[in-house]
């Protein structure tokens, strides 16, 4: 049986053609939204970034569907600021048919609807201030997660949560937003030294609740390498909608205008 592409209009499309798709209902913004397509059970989508100079390309589904779609896609040209792709890792070698290379990484997109269980030090947990504790934020992180992408002081993240030992901060995480509006955890950090006593998983479970308090559903990425993070959050009741492989083109696209 041929497939036919089909071009899709807008986010809303875009999540009935990908199965109601957590990633897409959770993470994608409407307005930002650019292109998209669907064949068979695979889509595509052109997203572009907040200050709308670049667009990046997502690539998901079944590896038979996904082919032909992505073959379709660059055969058609991608629009000259299109500056990457992520596309399901189980999918990348098609991405290397067709495009070149600079830097990336392979991560995972979690997300929950369920309460967690009940950990240790819950009881613990304190919620920080942005401004004031900006500083020992970045100190912490730097020691404990140097790719930490929770940006302390920016006023990006609506709540904080951490664990102090004898003044200090040894544990932290934040809650942002995603571009369509859900919670998303980032940066949970624990001190080299005091890890291994459950705070990591304290600091998740706090600012797992609050974000099912206030929205119903919690959203969190991590780097596929990090075995550990990824035993947790399922442990925590977050399930993997997709493990990325995210990388940016090296050179324009074969086919792009």
Do not use: K
């Amino acid at each position: 049986m041929n497939l036919q592409l089909r071009t899709l209009s807008g986010r809303d499309e875009l999540l009935a053609a990908s199965g109601d798709d957590p990633y897409v209902r959770w993470e994608c913004d409407a307005a930002l939204v650019d292109q998209a397509w669907a064949l068979g059970s695979a889509v595509a989508f052109l997203r572009r970034g907040h200050h709308r100079r670049n667009v990046h390309l997502n690539v998901c589904g079944p590896e038979h569907d996904a082919a032909p779609l992505l073959d379709a896609i660059v055969a058609a040209g991608l629009p000259p600021e299109a500056d990457g792709i992520s596309i399901d890792q189980h999918l990348f070698p098609l991405a290397q048919r067709h495009f070149t290379f600079g830097r990336g990484g392979d991560w995972d997109w979690m997300w929950t609807v369920d309460t967690p269980p009940v950990v240790p030090h819950l009881d613990h947990l304190d919620e920080l201030d942005d401004t004031l504790d900006a500083a020992e934020l970045l100190a912490l992180n730097e020691i404990g997660n140097p790719t930490a992408e929770s940006r302390p002081g920016e006023g990006a993240t609506e709540l904080w949560l951490g664990i102090r030992e004898e003044g200090r901060i040894v544990a932290a995480g934040a809650m942002h937003r995603t571009g369509a509006g859900a919670p998303h955890l980032a940066g949970i950090v624990t001190h080299p030294d005091a890890r291994g006593r459950g705070f990591g998983a304290a600091v998740t479970a706090g600012l797992t609740t609050a974000a099912l308090d206030r929205s119903g559903v919690s959203t969190l990425g991590m780097y596929s390498d990090n075995d550990t993070g990824r035993r947790l959050y399922h442990r925590l009741g977050y399930r993997t909608a997709h493990a990325w492989a995210s990388r940016g083109f090296a050179e324009t696209p074969i086919g792009s205008q």
